[in-house]
């Protein structure tokens, strides 16, 4: 049995004071709710403030982003073991907003996801295709891609540490999420691929999360797919009701 697990992505809101704020609510409403894992990824500037707030609560920390190198002459980067330092115990990578904006390919996905492990930081891989590929019908041609290059000579191992999150582009902050079928066949389709590579025990043990305009009132339905293990939540994840409600209609 696969735990559920809702992840809060922050993206690039909330000052300090604010994150604060908002942690310290989440808390109140969601630190003492069991059978399900729950992972708020603040920005990189709070991490250690809200890593203090939740300490001693079941709430995980994660980071949104990191560098695949240790250290060095890389301004503006921060590393795996940073996040560490910080608190963290997870952090998205390849998320849609950093291949669009930043161009980050499956290559550099790969080895972020290479440098995360090593620093015992378990990754959450985001796949997902836009609209245009998806009218194409080119959506499980695209993931497919994502998941083979991206995931390229990781060990079944590796993989026992990582979690999944399908996001397709069209259904991020545009409220039109995908329906429960759409985001299933996806979800079915990522399960069958790992099947393939790796194992059915690993396939049936790994976590695939959904994003895209999630909100308490579609979780159930998502929640009640088959293959469909938790959600990756961004603009929802804001508000601390908002999101203590998906928390709870995903148990
Ligand atoms: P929204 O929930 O705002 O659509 O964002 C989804 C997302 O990108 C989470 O990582």
């Known amino acids: 049995m696969r735990k559920p697990f809702v992840a809060g992505n922050w993206k690039m809101n ?6 604060e704020e908002l942690a310290r609510q989440l808390k109140e409403k969601i630190a003492a709710v069991e059978g399900a894992d729950i992972l708020i990824c603040p920005p990189f500037t709070s991490l250690s403030l809200i890593s203090k707030v939740i300490k001693d609560t079941g709430v995980f920390l994660g980071a949104q982003n990191m560098h695949w190198e240790e250290s060095g002459a890389f301004t503006g980067e921060v590393s795996a073991q940073m996040l560490k330092s910080a608190g963290c115990g997870f952090v ?3 998320h849609s907003e950093r291949r669009k904006y930043f161009s980050e390919s499956n290559q ?14 378990s990754p959450i891989v985001c796949v997902g295709e836009t609209l245009e590929e998806r009218e194409a019908g080119k959506e499980k041609d695209i993931v497919g891609c994502q998941l083979e290059e991206g995931l390229a000579s990781l060990g079944e191992q590796d993989l026992g540490e990582i979690t999944i999150a399908y996001e397709p582009v069209w259904a991020i902050g545009t409220g039109k999420t995908a329906t429960g079928l759409q985001a299933e066949q996806m979800h079915a389709f990522i399960r069958e691929w790992l099947e393939k590579k790796y194992s059915s025990s690993l396939s049936n043990d790994l976590r695939i999360l959904y994003g895209g305009s999630v909100k308490a009132s579609n979780t159930k339905e998502l929640m009640g797919q088959k293959n469909i293990d938790g ?3 961004g603009g929802a994840s804001l508000d601390a009701s908002g999101f203590a409600e998906i928390v709870k209609n995903s148990l």
């Open 14 to 19: 909330k000052n300090n004071q604010e994150a």
């Open 92 to 94: 998205l990578i390849g």
């Open 231 to 233: 959600t990756l939540v």
């Open 108 to 121: 550099v996905v790969n080895k972020k996801i290479k440098a995360a492990l090593k620093a015992s930081l």
